[in-house]
């Protein structure tokens, strides 16, 4: 019998409360289906065998141990304020008679039908979206797949096993809490205000301060190198100073409101101002998650849809042509013009027949198929070194280097040949024996000459505004590239590629580009059958002339295109669910606030309309009340993505990016969208506000 009452109990209870536990369990039921999707995929041996499958499935892992980091947050903090708003029922059962046990066994019982519904509903949901979950992703990666739905019972248990874990915790704490009051404290706990912090104008100004330096090494980034060190510490001083703002900056604000007798002394303006100075604390707790979350949405969802929709223009500047071959000379015997023309001589015959005999033929006979022509060639040389800023140059020794790897002003050297840069950019420059062109990507170069501290001065004729390989070269590279164009490449820069530091680490590289389109080159089998051509025709003249190259890279603009799309639709799909989790976390704490703060509400707007206050008066205050703080999370959002802007570019410079203004429309659009999103869900949330206000004093 009293099983069955505790059952009862505890059904009717969430029946009573289903305005606070229905979304409670639809947001408990989404994370659960989210995280089975994204297990789903990540173990799915369909992605598996697709080239690059690899990728995608990597960022669904990643994926996986952020949904289940912010489940646990989430779901603690939403079930804190569902206890805390049925504290009083419990505090009335404790004093007609139930003692803590009694309770504990309601709680039980009510963790049981919560836990029950969140997770069966998440895992059937899983099960019956996950195909369409993978068609969809497929379609974003441009693949072709099969309509069979498959059951991973694997993720189904790892899904099971994790979410009983929270729910266990989660009832743990409940218990907990409520053993720790006595009954007049659980009878209260929901009347019980809040003094508002003390020294709010000092803390505020803190979190101005922390704010504004955080914002400061945001937009001061000017490599992908200082990105990636900077990233997380900035991410933690704009929450951590987000908060602060928020909790002391409001009560601030509410302060010089009360201040302004022509604002505080109205109807619609009173009672809301009054109201909300006493529950700051939580109140701008609330703002500041919210304001966090729409950040963490409109970041997540601008750079992955800026890198989604950019694909094809980066994988275009990166690989401007079918083949792109990057040959490592060795020293400077391998640098001599004398010798890249004969590579160039070997690569440029039609149909790959090589002008070092025997070579194209032992590559025409390993190929077994027809070789296309070659067209469109391009080939240039350059000699590529990491430097360091020392006495006014640059030092490229590699025993320096190493130890400073981490130093963010280290830059990439390379230096051209004038006949090559002028061949490339369809120009008739002319250069002295000591005067360089000088081209740094998004900055000036600041002396009058350009030094080499082990060996090397040439004076800065020109600056140049453009460059025909630093577009893409300057986008992908963790450090900044300084392009320097010669005279003559080989007494420049070719003694440099003879000294070695600590384990024969050479200090320059040099460097025979070769790239060229074929008939058929978007096909990957036609592509991959000339890469093979290609590199046996490289192999065969390395072996002809005594080891002058060390090695080839070569790249098919199909494959990579395969490759990027991999990366960039994983990050994208990524993307779109965890900013599902995101947008619902944010809309239940913007309908937990509304709610808890309408119960709050209810007394004193009881009180306003026993002296006469109207309901059209009582919702002119709400409106003020919501309109007061309602822009707030959106506008500060807004401001955080404005100055992460430079420290985002620098990392989407390194996914391939190569596109600005595409990225900052993408943001725009992002902003827009979202932003009529958020207020229909704050206006939606308002009537449940005045639904429980207005109906005070009946």
């Not at 039921?29 to 080239?51: G, T």
């Not at 803390?203 to 001061?220: D, N």
């Not at 709610?595 to 707007?605: C, H, L, P, V």
């Amino acid at each position: 019998m009293k099983l069955h009452l505790y059952r009862r109990l505890a059904a009717e209870g969430i029946r009573k409360n289903r305005r606070l536990y229905v979304p409670y369990m639809m947001a408990g039921s989404v994370m659960v289906m989210i995280h089975y999707l994204l297990h789903f995929l990540e173990s799915s041996p369909i992605i598996a065998e697709v080239r690059g499958g690899d990728f995608a499935q990597l960022f669904m892992g990643l994926g996986g141990i952020v949904i289940r980091f912010f489940a646990l947050l989430f779901l603690f903090y939403t079930n804190s304020f569902l206890i805390r708003q049925r504290s009083r029922e419990f505090g009335l059962y404790n004093v007609l008679g139930m003692d803590k046990r009694n309770l504990t066994r309601i709680m039980i019982w009510e963790s049981v039908f919560s836990t029950a519904i969140s997770i069966g509903s998440g895992l059937l949901f899983g099960v019956l979206f996950s195909k369409l979950a993978e068609l969809g992703f497929f379609y974003i990666l441009e693949l072709d797949t099969g309509y069979a739905m498959t059951v991973s019972v694997r993720s189904l248990a790892l899904t099971l096993r994790f979410f009983l874990e929270i729910y266990l915790f989660l009832l743990i704490c409940t218990i907990w809490r409520v053993w720790r009051l006595d009954p007049l404290e659980l009878l209260q706990s929901t009347q019980v205000g809040e003094k508002p912090p003390k020294a709010q104008r000092l803390t505020a100004l803190f979190g101005l301060l922390l704010l504004g330096s955080a914002y400061y090494l945001a937009v001061t980034i000017k490599e992908p190198l200082q990105a990636i060190l900077v990233f997380v510490a900035a991410v933690l001083m704009v929450i951590a100073a987000t908060y602060i703002l928020f909790i002391a900056g409001s009560v601030t604000f509410c302060r010089l409101l009360q201040k302004n007798k022509r604002y505080y002394y109205k109807p619609n303006h009173f009672v809301s101002v009054s109201s909300m100075v006493y529950r700051m604390k939580r109140n701008g707790a609330g703002l500041a998650s919210i304001c966090i979350l729409s950040t963490m949405i409109l970041v997540m969802l601008s750079c992955t849809v800026a890198l989604y929709v950019g694909d094809e223009t980066s994988v275009q500047e990166r690989f401007p042509r079918h083949i792109n071959m990057d040959v490592e000379l060795n020293g400077s015997e391998g640098l001599r013009r004398e010798f890249t023309d004969q590579l160039e001589d070997a690569m440029t015959a039609n149909a790959g027949a090589a002008a070092l005999e025997g070579a194209s033929a032992n590559a025409e006979k390993g190929s077994g198929t027809a070789a296309p022509v070659r067209k469109n060639i391009r080939t240039y040389r350059k000699v590529e070194m990491y430097g360091l800023p020392l006495d006014g140059g640059y030092s490229i020794n590699m025993d320096r280097w190493v130890m400073g790897a981490a130093d963010p002003t280290g830059r990439v050297i390379q230096f051209f040949s004038l006949e090559d840069f002028n061949e490339m950019m369809g120009t008739d420059a002319d250069l002295a024996d000591d005067e360089c062109l000088i081209y740094c990507y998004g900055e000036r170069y600041s002396r009058d000459t350009f030094a080499i501290t082990e060996g090397g001065s040439w004076r800065v004729k020109a600056q140049l505004d453009d460059f025909f390989e630093s577009g893409f070269r300057s986008e992908l590279s963790a450090m900044s590239l300084v392009d320097v164009v010669v005279k003559d490449l080989d007494a420049a820069a070719g003694a440099f590629c003879d000294q070695s530091g600590r384990n024969d680490q050479p200090w320059a590289y040099p460097e025979w580009i070769c790239e060229y389109d074929i008939e058929g080159g978007d096909d990957e089998e036609t592509a991959r059958a000339e890469a093979s051509r290609a590199g046996d025709t490289i192999e065969q003249i390395r072996l002809a002339t005594g080891a002058k190259i060390r090695g080839a890279d070569i790249n098919m603009r199909v494959v990579e295109r395969r490759y990027s799309l991999m990366m960039d639709g994983g990050l994208l799909f990524l993307g779109l669910l965890l900013s599902i989790v995101f947008v619902i976390a944010s809309v239940l704490i913007i309908y937990y606030k509304q709610i808890s703060e309408g119960y709050e509400d209810q007394a004193r707007f009881g009180i306003m309309q026993s002296v006469g206050m109207t309901k059209r008066e009582i919702r002119r205050s709400i409106n003020s009340q919501i309109l007061t703080v309602f822009f707030l999370p959106l506008v500060f959002a807004g401001i955080h993505l404005i100055f992460a802007f430079p420290l985002l570019w620098q990392l989407l410079r390194l996914f391939g990016s190569v596109d600005l203004p595409l990225f900052v429309r993408m943001a725009q659009l992002c902003f827009l969208l979202y932003g009529v999103c958020y207020a229909a869900v704050y206006k939606l949330t308002a009537g449940a506000y005045y639904g429980i206000v207005s109906g005070a004093k009946e």
